[in-house]
C-alpha cells in the first residue's frame, strides 16, 4: 500500500493553491517578465550593430547616402509640383548649390524633373533666374547645326511656357546663343529670333490637323523677306528649314504621371457647371477646372484624367439666353470656325470635338459672372505672333534708321 509523504524532503511540500485573482496576477507578471527579457534581448542586438556600424565606416557613409538620396528624392517631388520651392529645399538641405551654373545643370541632366517646372523656372524675369537661363542654354552645343536641328534640341530639354513674356526672355536666350556657336549665319540675333518663331510657326500650321490651309514652300519663304537686317535670306536655307520641318515635326516632351496633378494643382476656377452635348443637345452636370488657359471638364470631382478639354486661344466668352436654362454663358470662336477641342468617347478613344461653340449654365447670375471674368482673363492669342510682329517692326525700324 503505497504511502504519500507530503512533507518528504525528496519533494518538498506541495506549493499552496493561489486564489484566482492571484494566479492571474502572477500570470500577468509572468508574461511582462517574458516581454521585458525579450525588449532586453533586442536592445542588446541593437547595440550590437550600432557598436559595429560605429567601428565600420563604409556601412556608416551607406546610410548616410540612403538618407542624402531620400532627401534629394524629396525636393525632385517638390520641384515638379513648385520650382522655386523645391530648388530652396535641396539648397537647404545642402543638396545643391545656389549657383547659375549648378542650378542650370541640375535642370539639364538630372532625370525626373517634370518638363514644364522646368520651363516655368527658366522663365522667371529675376535677376538669378535670368543668370541660370543664360547656364542652361550654354550647356546646349548648336555648333554647326541647323536652325531646325538646334531648335529641336533646345525644345526637348523643356516645356515652353504659355507666357508671352517668359517665351520671349527663353528665345532670345536661344538666339544669341546659337549666334554665337555660329558666326556668320545671320546678321543679328533678331533674324535668328524671328525665323526660329517662323518655324515654331510652321510646325503648327503643317502639322496642326485643325489648320485646313496648309503654308507652301513659297509662302513661308515670302513671310521671312527682310528679316536680315533689311535683306532676304538665301532661299536655299529657307527651303532645307521647311522641308526639314515638313518632313518630321518637332517632338514635345512627354512629362511623367505627375503632369496632370500639377496642372490641376492651382486652377484658376473650378466648379460645376451644365454643358449642352454637341452632337445631341441635351445638358449634362459636368465638374469645370479652368487653368493653362485651357477648360477641363470630368463626370465627378475624383476623376483623374479629363473628359474632354477646351483650349481657349483666340475664343472669346459671353452671356447667353436660353428659354429653358437661366444664367448660360457660352464659348465662341469670333470667327465661326470650329473650336479645336476633344474629348473621350465611351470605349477611350480620343476624338476631336465638333463644337462651333459651348454652352454652359451656371446655378446663379453670380457664378455665370464669375466664370465669365475668368475665362476672359484666362484667354490669350497665340502669343507667337505678337512676339514676331513687335521684333520685325524693330528690325524695319533699326533699317529705315541706317539708311537715313
Partial sequence: MAICRKDSFLWGKAPPKLPPAERRQSDTVKIHKFELLDDIQKLRLEINHVTSEIHNPELQEQNKNVARNRIFLRGKKKFNMDPKKGIHYLVENNLLEWQAEMVAEFLYKEEGLNKTAIGNFLGERQEMHLEVLKAFVGLH???????????????WSFRLPGEAQKIDRMMEAFATRYCDCNPGVFQSTDTCYILSFAIIMLNTS???????????????????????????????LLTKLYASIRSEPFKIPEDDGNDLTLTFFNPDREGWLLKMGGRVKTWKRRWFILTDSCLYYFEYTTDKDPIGIIPLENLCVREAQYTNKPYCLELYNPKGQKIKACKTENKGRVVQGKHQSYKFSAASADERDNWIDAISASITKDPFYDLVFLRKRKVISNTSSSHN
Fill in 141 to 155: 552645343e548648336f555648333s554647326d547645326l541647323n536652325l531646325v536641328q538646334a531648335l529641336r534640341q533646345f525644345l
Fill in 206 to 236: 503643317l502639322h496642326n490637323p485643325n489648320v485646313k490651309d496648309k503654308p507652301s514652300l513659297q509662302r513661308f519663304v515670302a513671310m521671312n523677306r527682310g528679316i536680315n537686317n533689311g535683306e532676304d535670306l538665301s532661299t536655299e
